[in-house]
Nanobody
Framework: QVQLVESGGGSVQPGGSLRLSCTVS????????MHWYRQAPGKEREWAAT????????DYEDSVKGRFTISRDNAKDTVYLHLNGLKPEDTAVYYC?????????WGQGTQVTVST
């Protein structure tokens, strides 16, 4: 059974930082790329960042480039998303995703709220 469990969300003021974690079980984590998505209230879920299985290739959506950093620890079966310089428009539920064995798996999401 493949499971993705996110954690680390919370409420912060503009300019603040958070570190989101997504721990994966049920697959050989080091063999698969990992992705972070986010869904703001009333909006479609959108892609935010991707890291390859080895961590050598990383891509970001333009609005988070330079503020968010994706990383992974294959020894801990965990992918991270470091959120810096947070803005109110970053308020969303953040999800991790992977595709393995021909199927797509999502975590349950973690809420990030940015407000004064």
């Amino acid at each position: 059974q493949v499971q993705l469990v996110e954690s680390g969300g919370g409420s912060v003021q503009p300019g603040g930082s958070l570190r989101l974690s997504c721990t994966v079980s049920g697959i050989t984590f080091s063999e698969y790329a990992m992705h972070w998505y986010r869904q703001a209230p009333g909006k479609e879920r959108e892609w935010a960042a991707t890291i390859s299985s080895t961590g050598e290739r990383i891509d970001y959506e333009d609005s988070v480039k330079g503020r968010f950093t994706i990383s992974r620890d294959n020894a801990k079966d965990t992918v991270y998303l470091h959120l810096n310089g947070l803005k109110p428009e970053d308020t969303a539920v953040y999800y991790c995703r992977t595709t393995a064995y021909g199927r797509t798996y999502w975590g349950q999401g973690t809420q990030v709220t940015v407000s004064t």
